[in-house]
């Protein structure tokens, strides 16, 4: 806590040697794993295709194996196993 009337003299650069010092410290940190869970619109930029191709997917999802999950309503899909899905399709 501070108090009124009192000062703290930095010597010149200290601030800017922590401030470089900080920004090393994050740059040092992993970047996060992307969410493993992917609604329509973040799946269609996952497999590079439109939101329409993605719900035509998944209403043939019997017939072509496409990996999808619901949950209240809502179609999720996890990375992996589209990334799965893909590379069998491939073949």
């Known amino acids: 806590m501070l108090h009124e009337g009192i000062s703290i003299a930095v010597p010149p650069g200290v601030l800017e040697d922590l ?3 900080i920004a090393g ?6 970047a996060p794993e992307p969410s493993r ?3 329509v619109e973040s799946a ?3 497999l590079d295709t439109s ?3 993605i719900r035509g997917l998944v209403k043939r999802e019997h017939e ?3 990996p999808v999950h619901r949950r ?3 179609l999720l899909f996890d990375r ?3 990334d799965a899905w893909v590379r069998g399709h491939l073949t």
């Open 19 to 21: 401030a470089r010092s």
């Open 80 to 82: 992996r196993e589209l």
């Open 64 to 66: 072509n194996g496409f």
């Open 51 to 53: 939101e329409d191709a």
């Open 44 to 46: 269609a930029d996952f």
């Open 72 to 74: 209240g309503g809502r």
């Open 37 to 39: 869970w992917l609604n």
């Open 25 to 30: 410290h994050v740059a040092a940190q992993p």
